[in-house]
């Protein structure tokens, strides 16, 4: 009996400990946050994100820790999380993965050196499923030319300069 009243008091301290040790970082509403994807606009893929911090006056917040939490806006997707400790005049550059195309929520949570405080910001985010430097994005040469083949069911590309009437076509015309 002695034992298990013994084993209920130390769960109830640390339980109480831990509770006062996240309350000791105080929350910030004063941090103005912002955010920039490169490349933009973002695409699938490696991406940075660069996440400028100011204080209430418009000062470069220096010696933060920056983690950022991303989320697509559907369920069934692995999260994605980055951080960065290493800022220049606020700016904190943090490497980040695009996984799929689609809408992003982005939890960015900044925190004082020292834990003085901390303050996050929510941050919805459309990524694109082909970048913009994809060849699928990139808009045919000089020369180049496509056909239909009667019903839309198949297309020929032709890349050069050449006369594509006299090509032969799937549906078997000339």
């Not at 912002?34 to 204080?55: F, K, M, Q, R, S």
């Not at 990139?138 to 069911?153: C, K, L, P, R």
């Amino acid at each position: 009996m002695k034992t298990r009243l013994f084993t209920l008091v130390l769960v109830a301290l640390a339980v109480a400990a831990c509770g006062q040790a996240a309350a000791q970082i105080p929350v910030l509403d004063d941090l103005m946050i912002e955010l920039a994807v490169e490349p933009h606009p973002p695409a699938v893929g490696e991406a940075t994100l660069v996440i400028t911090v100011t204080d209430a006056d418009g000062a470069p917040v220096e010696g933060a820790m920056v983690a950022v939490h991303g989320d697509m806006d559907h369920a069934g997707m692995e999260p994605v999380d980055g951080e960065s400790d290493e800022g220049a005049q606020g700016v904190y550059r943090v490497p980040f993965t695009w996984t799929m195309g689609g809408g992003w929520i982005l939890d960015v949570t900044v925190t004082l050196p020292d834990n003085r405080g901390r303050a996050t910001e929510r941050f919805e985010v459309f990524v694109e499923a082909v970048s913009s430097d994809s060849i699928l994005n990139q808009s045919v040469g000089d020369g180049a030319t496509q056909h239909d083949a009667g019903g839309g069911d198949s297309m020929e590309m032709e890349m050069g300069g050449g006369d594509a009437s006299s090509h032969e076509r799937d549906d078997g015309s000339e």
